[in-house]
């Protein structure tokens, strides 16, 4: 008999082991600060998914060199299940050339990406341009009087404009920040000439007449932002770098937890209330789930390396 009750057990052990899961409040790292898109889309999907695993879902902003101190702490946490990380590409394939991560694009396990977004330049109404050649005419004209802020050195926006400034021989101060929540009050209190980062994080003072987007970094023009134009227009399609988000887990998490968390969050990225909002914050939306997802960020990692090694930003891992 005592043996019959321990097969039991032991039958009955991951079905109570994969219902008690999760046992307390499950943790979704932002590595940036408050009020950009990454920390916009993160809430939406812990807002969605609710009390729907059983336990609340905590959103926790941890900013820092490029989103990298973030991202290791996710990659560091004990995977249970309980912590993951919504993210920009930033941290995941840029900043760990640049800022000499610990992690690479395979110390975690890509969850699925919600869409991606233009970067923009964008320079305030009294500045003497109205179109992109004017722009850079007006840039070239005037080598390193102006200055644009990104969303932090080494980053995937930083990586990829320097490529394209150095191509069009465009001569600026570059100025460091850590995300739109950063970048945009600095570039409305006049503190630089030009916002740079993604649409989603100017796209309120753009639709306000505070900002007109004049280089778009996407190939394709922009249906919003019609000032502008993207780098198809110059020739320069190839020179393309986007922004995405997506959500990652720590490397070793049990299949069966992965699977509720996947199921569980993969449906509210799917609802119409959360493709409204991406789009919304002029975002295409775009799911990239699973394998797909994980690609693309190591196709991503190996160019951005290239670039940042062909720039002399590459840093040896800490």
Known sequence: MFRILLGLVALLSPAMAQSNFPDRPIRIVVPINPGGGTDIF????????????????????????????????????????????FIWNTPLTAAPHTLGARYTAESFTPVFSVGYSAYALCARPDFPANSLPEMIARVQANPNEYSWGNEGLGGAMHLGVERILRRLNMQMTTVPFQGAGQTLPAFLGGHITFYGGSVVGVIGAARAGQAKCLMLTTAEDHPVMTQGAGLASLGLADHAITIWWG????????????????????????????????????????????????????????????????????????
């Open 247 to 318: 959500l990652i887990a720590p490397n070793g998490v049990p299949a069966d937890r992965m699977a509720r968390l996947n199921d569980a969050f993969l449906a509210a990225a799917r609802t119409p209330r959360f493709r409204e909002l991406v789009e919304s914050q002029g975002a295409t939306y775009a799911l990239r789930v699973g394998s797909e997802m994980g690609d693309a960020t190591r196709a991503e990692y190996e160019a951005l390396g290239a670039v940042a090694r062909e720039l002399g930003l590459a840093r040896p891992a800490r």
């Open 42 to 85: 993160a809430r939406a999907l812990a807002e969605i998914v609710g009390n729907s695993l059983g336990q609340p879902i905590i959103t926790e902003n941890r900013p820092g060199a490029s989103g990298t101190i973030g991202v290791q702490h996710i990659v560091d946490s004990r995977p249970d299940g309980h912590t993951l990380g």
